[in-house]
């Protein structure tokens, strides 16, 4: 019914039947969305959630594809993945206060952004060298590595609701936590300001490339996979406990505990969600038996177990 109404509103060519979700998320895991829906603006993205709230189905917004599992019988109703337009990223006039703002679509990269920022010897999103995924999805997790996270630097986060009204909501009044962003119910991000902070160029650049050598040589390469699997539980590391656990190199499928870090499960090829549920279960077990501490997904599970 969804896809009807889009089609006859003209969205025919950005709304797919059956959509692989393998296709869209980094671990390149996933099975088919009801309908899938690629929005290229604010009017398109308001039809549709007016349309999947008319009609009382169910919504998800995809993001770049990172830091989630998708289940391997796919996800009901409408998946909703930001088009190019939502891409855009706008440096404004300096507030007179050693600031810059930035306004980033909620597509944009947040690696790349990372990097032209130093480029232009701005600090504030150092530590975001390397995280995959997009600006949007790093609100919502309140990203983080190496004691920075997205907190710091937002100023105002814009979106539309599930009635299709476009609102700006004020960074300083949302409620951040570790890897978790408080952001109203049905509220999809659209773009998100940032203040970032004039500094020596070569001392930003230096940080920037401290952040890169650490992932680098930490974290696992040449396989997909979803980022970090689990949350750091308070005072330790997830990664540390499952290696202790003795979990390095554990395998179910085609899915496999990385050698080089704990904390990431890799996909060798063909693995299936069920794999890696499986990885986690196992870790979340031996973790509590040998170490008294119930790790906690980072990854978010979607759609259809």
């Excluded at 003209?10 to 690629?38: C, K, M, Q, Y």
């Excluded at 704990?262 to 069920?274: C, M, Q, R, Y």
């Amino acid at each position: 019914m969804v896809h009807g109404e889009l089609v006859r509103r003209g969205l025919d060519g950005r709304a797919r039947p059956g959509e692989p979700l393998a296709r869209h998320t980094s671990f390149r895991i996933g099975g088919p969305a009801e309908l899938f829906v690629v929005p290229d603006g604010a009017a398109e993205l308001a039809t549709v959630l007016q349309l999947a709230s008319a009609h009382g189905v169910r919504l998800t917004i995809l993001g770049g594809g990172s830091n989630v599992l998708v289940g391997d019988l796919g996800v009901p109703g409408v998946v909703v993945k930001l088009g190019r337009g939502f891409a855009h990223v706008e440096w404004l006039d300096p507030d007179g206060n050693g600031g810059v703002s930035v306004r980033a679509g909620a597509a944009a990269h947040l690696g790349q952004l990372a990097r032209t920022s130093v480029g232009r010897g701005l600090a504030g999103l150092e530590y975001a060298e390397g995280i995959p995924g997009t600006v949007g999805g790093a609100l919502f997790m309140n990203a983080g590595a190496y004691g920075g996270d997205v907190s710091g630097v937002v100023v105002a986060v814009e979106g539309v609701t599930a009635e299709g009204e476009t609102v700006v909501l004020d960074g300083s009044r949302l409620a951040f936590a570790y890897r978790r962003t408080a952001l109203p119910a049905g509220f999809v991000v659209t773009a998100v300001g940032f203040r970032l902070r004039r500094d020596e160029p070569m001392q930003v650049r230096a940080r920037l490339e401290e952040t890169r050598s650490r992932r680098v040589a930490a974290q696992p390469h040449g396989n997909a996979n979803a980022g970090s699997i689990f949350k750091n539980p308070v005072g330790d590391y997830a990664g540390r406990l499952i290696e202790a656990a003795g979990l390095k190199g554990a395998q179910v499928g085609r899915a496999r505990i990385s050698e080089r870090h704990a904390n990431f499960i890799v996909n060798e090829g063909g693995a299936h969600a069920v794999d890696v549920k499986a990885l986690m279960d196992l870790a979340q077990r031996a973790v509590w038996e040998g170490s008294g501490v119930w790790l906690e997904p980072e990854v978010q599970f979607v759609g259809r177990w």
